[in-house]
């Protein structure tokens, strides 16, 4: 059945780096959309970046513009996100999720409700 598993979280100072990393199985990843999501304790999940089903268009958060990138490998069934200059207001669990591609892939599609695929979540902590 359809799995997405993430991995690579952990402990960092702020100002650090991590990358997390979503395994995908049981399907074809080439036609899926894959979104990162965060929940803060407290706080909704909230988008963080999404990728296309091809990898040529990502849509991020603009709280994360400029510091986070989202990267794909089909043939490997992985989807990355590379965060740098970690803040404390970085701390979440990070979900990894996916949708069936419908149309062109844009910032709309990069909504929460939109996925329905979901893995069980990496906790991310940014604290010195």
């Known amino acids: 059945q359809l799995q997405l598993v993430e991995s690579g979280g952990g402990l960092v100072q702020p100002g650090g780096s991590l990358r997390l990393s979503c395994a995908a199985s049981g399907f074809t990843l080439d036609y899926y959309d894959i979104g990162w999501f965060r929940q803060a304790p407290g706080k909704e999940r909230e988008k963080v970046s999404c990728?296309?089903?091809?990898?040529?268009?990502?849509v991020y958060a603009d709280s994360v513009k400029g510091r986070f990138t989202i990267s794909r490998d089909n043939a490997r069934k992985m989807v990355y996100l590379s965060m740098n200059s970690l803040q404390s207001e970085d701390t979440a669990v990070y979900y990894c999720?996916?949708?069936?591609?419908?149309?062109?892939?844009?910032?709309?599609?990069?909504?929460?409700?939109?996925?329905?695929?979901w893995g069980q979540g990496t906790q991310v902590t940014v604290a010195s």
């Open positions: 999720a996916a949708r069936s591609r419908q149309g062109e892939f844009n910032q709309a599609m990069c909504r929460r409700t939109l996925y329905y695929q």
């Open positions: 990728i296309s089903s091809t990898g040529r268009t990502s």
